[in-house]
């Protein structure tokens, strides 16, 4: 079996588990989160899948920050990741 080697960059994985964290700590499910920005529920699982290439959007982000109650920003790191 080939290594895995990810289709997505660092920051977007940071993104995509900051997003998944803060989606645990609410008790929200994928498609919660998927009825809430109005895709299909398999694509939420598919960004939170290390072996896809699906990522939100800042589109995305701006919902989800409405749904969090919080800012764009704060699913951003506070410095660049390298």
């Known amino acids: 079996m080939a290594a895995y080697t990810s289709i997505r960059t660092p920051i977007e994985n ?10 645990v700590a609410e008790g929200l499910s994928q498609r919660k ?10 694509f939420i699982g598919n960004i939170e899948s290390p072996k896809r290439g699906e990522k939100y959007s800042l589109n995305h982000l701006n919902e ?19």
Do not use: T
């Open 14 to 23: 940071y993104v995509i588990e900051k997003v998944k964290e803060m989606r």
């Open 64 to 82: 989800l920050s409405k749904l969090f109650d919080c800012s764009p920003r704060d699913f951003l790191p506070e410095n660049p990741i390298y």
């Open 33 to 42: 989160i998927a009825d809430y920005l109005h895709v299909k529920p398999a």
